[in-house]
T-cell receptor
Framework: DARVTQTPRDKVTEMGQEVTMRCQPILGHNTVFWYRQTMMQGLELLAY????????DSGMPKDRFSAEMPDATLATLKIQPSEPRDSAVYFC?????????????FGPGTRLTVL | DAKTTQPNSMESNEEEPVHLPCNHSTISGTDYIHWYRQLPSQGPEYVIHGLTSNVNNRMASLAIAEDRKSSTLILHRATLRDAAVYYC??????????FGGGTRLMVKP
């Protein structure tokens, strides 16, 4: 079974530190999404890429967050500097996303705690 | 914004059918209706989708109203493993999936 993998699964860090989260999309999928989930806001889309090119990152705080796809097998989400309000579960998802029938496949998430 | 309305929570007994409702009054003609679910401590997973006709797969059935302004996800025999948050979404190609609050399904043994 092909799966989206994410590392690390859990991350505890102190305010001001840099955090990098990694995602390996399912091989062949051309679209990668980053979501953030909190109790208060639910599941929010932060950014997404198609064929490694960023298409929309309007959901992301630009001053501290950055998302990249250095190659087709790796997507990264970086927070610098991290703040306590960034504490959340961050999900990566991949898919084809060429029609409204396409589905997204989510990874297990990275639980981030910023102290 | 593609907005859906779902009850916050529902309860079911194990091995009984569960009908999870969703209202999507702003749906347009080309929007598909998708259902995802999120098990505890996991990422969301796809359940089923449809456009106009009712749909069945190994996980569930999807009943879509004739005017398409509502739909119902049907779990034919709930198990404890079906306890999750169920999200109903309608979207069209080019737009993003917007997840609402979902329905938390609790299954009692």
């Amino acid at each position: 079974d092909a799966r989206v993998t994410q590392t690390p699964r859990d991350k505890v860090t102190e305010m001001g530190q840099e955090v990098t989260m990694r995602c390996q999309p399912i091989l062949g999928h051309n679209t990668v999404f980053w979501y953030r989930q909190t109790m208060m806001q639910g599941l929010e889309l932060l950014a997404y890429f198609r064929n490694r090119a960023p298409l929309d990152d309007s959901g992301m705080p630009k001053d501290r967050f950055s998302a990249e796809m250095p190659d087709a097998t790796l997507a990264t989400l970086k927070i610098q500097p991290s703040e306590p309000r960034d504490s959340a579960v961050y999900f990566c998802a991949s898919g084809f996303f060429s029609s409204a029938q396409d589905t997204q496949y989510f990874g297990p998430g990275t639980r981030l705690t910023v102290l | 914004d593609a907005k859906t309305t779902q009850p916050n929570s529902m309860e079911s007994n194990e091995e009984e059918p569960v009908h999870l409702p969703c209202n999507h009054s702003t749906i347009s003609g080309t929007d598909y209706i998708h259902w995802y679910r999120q098990l505890p401590s996991q990422g969301p997973e796809y359940v089923i989708h449809g456009l106009t006709s009712n749909v069945n797969n190994r996980m569930a059935s999807l009943a879509i109203a004739e005017d398409r302004k509502s739909s119902t996800l049907i779990l034919h025999r709930a198990t404890l493993r079906d306890a999750a948050v169920y999200y109903c979404i309608h979207w069209r190609a080019g737009n993003m999936l917007t997840f609402g609050g979902g329905t938390r399904l609790m299954v009692k043994p």
